[in-house]
């Protein structure tokens, strides 16, 4: 993949009422979690913002009649500076990080996805930070290498298949399409980044799969 001249992150971690975007030069880091090693909570990431990329964003969503709106206050939740650690550890790639809305569903979701799809053009990475599957109360007590639950299992596979296939339909449906998937998301903020990535783009594609614990989907996906 080519180096893009600058990301916009969809994640998980932080939920609005309306589309919102951090407009802030130099985000700080959030450390939203509890609970692991010290070296977690000392970890950087100075990448910069870009507050004149956030206008454009908001400008784009509400072309399309999607109400949107300026954070210049919030900095990167670690749904956006883990992955982005590992992917571009320079951190010297402009980011903007995005608001999901877990009360709006799959279709609103994908339609910012379709309102952004230009910024691609330009050489814009979209970036969908969640999980294919979400069950955070069997995680607990499981090792890091068990074997994958039969349900979270069933619910990957069909998620897989279904993008391959270019199913968009089944994906906006998964609720009542997908197999155990109230059980794979009892919430839904974790799987609405993928409709963000599913509608900026167009063929879908798998490009890794993996469990860890046992519940949690390592999967990854593309759209081109």
């Not at 994640?11 to 309306?18: E, P, Q």
Request: include cysteine; aromatic fraction near 10%.
């Amino acid at each position: 993949m080519e180096r893009p001249r600058a990301i916009v992150c969809i994640s998980a971690h932080w939920t609005t009422r309306v589309p919102a975007v951090i407009s802030t030069p130099w985000p700080e880091l959030i450390y939203d979690f509890g609970g692991f090693p010290d070296e977690l909570y000392r970890m950087t990431y100075p990448a910069p913002g870009d507050p004149i990329l956030a206008e454009r964003i908001t400008l784009l969503l509400e072309n399309q009649g999607i109400d949107a709106g300026l954070d210049k206050t919030r900095g990167f939740d670690h749904g956006v500076w883990v992955p982005l650690k590992l992917m571009y550890p320079e951190a010297d790639i402009p980011v903007v990080e995005l608001a999901v809305q877990p009360h709006l569903g799959p279709a609103h979701h994908a339609a910012i996805g379709a309102a952004l799809s230009h910024l691609r053009e330009e050489g814009v990475l979209i970036l969908a930070s969640g999980s294919a599957t979400h069950n955070l109360r069997d995680f607990f007590g499981r090792a890091v290498g068990s074997p994958p639950l039969e349900y979270a299992r069933e619910f990957d596979d069909w998620l897989s298949e279904a993008v391959a296939a270019n199913d968009r339909e089944s994906l906006l449906g998964y609720m009542k399409k997908g197999p155990h998937a109230p059980n794979n998301h009892p919430t839904p903020e974790h799987f609405l980044p993928l409709f963000v990535a599913m509608g900026a783009g167009d063929n879908g594609r798998v490009l890794h799969r993996a469990f860890t614990y046992g519940v949690i989907s390592m999967a990854a996906f593309a759209w081109e």
